[in-house]
Nanobody, 125 residues
């Protein structure tokens, strides 16, 4: 089970921290990814972290602005969102897959991926 939280409304240039709390599976065996879906658009990859080795991946659109991290003691992954832009407005979802972050953008097409409920991020100009 994955529980995402931390969304909200901010002005452009602001920051938010999203959390994804995991339970019911061996956290260290999984990679945790963040995805987002804007109104009228498909779900797109944002960032991913491989829990056992800490390796990370980012979509080009968020590199340098977003930072993913994990607290393995709490089975929680965080996504720090800085320098937010109106185009970052979306529902953000976390997902877990027993794999690495290699080509995590394909998780939306795969079976066996655990998805959490979304948390809404709204950025106003």
């Amino acid at each position: 089970q994955l529980q995402a939280s931390g969304g909200g409304s901010v002005q452009a240039g602001g920051s938010l921290r999203l959390s994804c709390a995991a339970s019911g599976f061996t956290f260290d065996d999984y990679a945790i990814g963040w995805f987002r879906q804007a109104p009228g658009k498909g779900r797109e990859e944002v960032s991913c972290i491989s829990v056992n080795d800490g390796s990370t991946a980012y979509a080009d659109s968020v590199k340098g602005r977003f930072t993913i991290s994990s607290d393995n003691a709490k089975n929680t992954v965080y996504l720090q969102l800085n320098s937010l832009k109106p185009e970052d407005t979306a529902v953000y979802y976390c997902a877990a897959f027993r794999s690495s972050c290699f080509k995590f953008r394909l998780w939306v097409f795969l079976e066996g991926v655990y998805w959490g409920q979304g948390t809404l991020v709204t950025v106003s100009s």
